[in-house]
């Protein structure tokens, strides 16, 4: 069972489209198309990639992995060259949690409009809270759209107008080269 349908339990996976669910139900392969958007401050890109975000990339063909590996799952994310892979667990306090690079961010599961919101952030960097008066600013969210799973994630900060990070793009469902429970 993947960590996020341990989180939503039967209740929350049924309130997921089919598009939903079919991701968060097991492994697989997946593939679609992703941009990514990144600010042009050399100090928050530097940032960014210690944490294994990519570069940009406009609409670029995406392979998409999970894996479970015990009470973990592993996402690789794979687009023009580059790998962003995380990994992710649950939280004593039911929510999820997910690593990349030094820092952990922290979100609640919340099912709407047949997908997920991520919800109430909270981040730790090497181990230590960050402060909300520093700590990134994430809107994510996932929602189905006729065979596609669309996601939408936005990183900003609280002194930043526009976001240092951004991305978006769509799964085939319909075209999963692997699925497993």
């Not at 489209?17 to 100090?43: S, W, Y």
């Not at 992995?65 to 799952?73: F, L, S, V």
């Not at 709407?112 to 008066?133: H, I, K, Q, S």
Request: glycine share 12%.
């Amino acid at each position: 069972m993947t960590i996020y349908a341990r989180l939503l339990g039967e209740r929350g996976m049924a309130a997921l489209a089919p598009e939903c669910r079919a991701l968060h139900k097991g492994d697989g392969v997946f593939h679609g198309r992703i941009t990514v958007e990144v600010t042009r401050n050399p100090v928050l890109r530097a940032g960014l990639r210690l944490a294994g975000f990519p570069l940009e990339v406009e609409d670029a063909v995406l392979r998409f992995e999970k894996r479970g590996r015990g009470d973990r799952d592993v996402w690789t994310r794979g687009m023009a060259g580059q790998v962003m892979e995380t990994v992710q667990w649950a939280t004593p306090g039911g929510r999820l949690a997910e690593r990349m690079g030094a820092m952990v961010a922290i979100s609640r599961l919340v099912p709407a409009e047949g997908g997920l919101d991520l919800t109430d952030w909270r981040f730790r960097c090497l181990g230590l809270p960050v402060p909300g008066w520093i700590a990134p600013k994430v809107a994510a969210r996932e929602r189905p759209d006729a065979g596609r799973y669309l996601f939408e994630i936005s990183i900003g900060l609280p002194w930043a107008r526009a976001p240092v990070l951004r991305y978006h793009g769509w799964l085939d469902m319909a075209q999963a080269a692997d699925e497993g429970g």
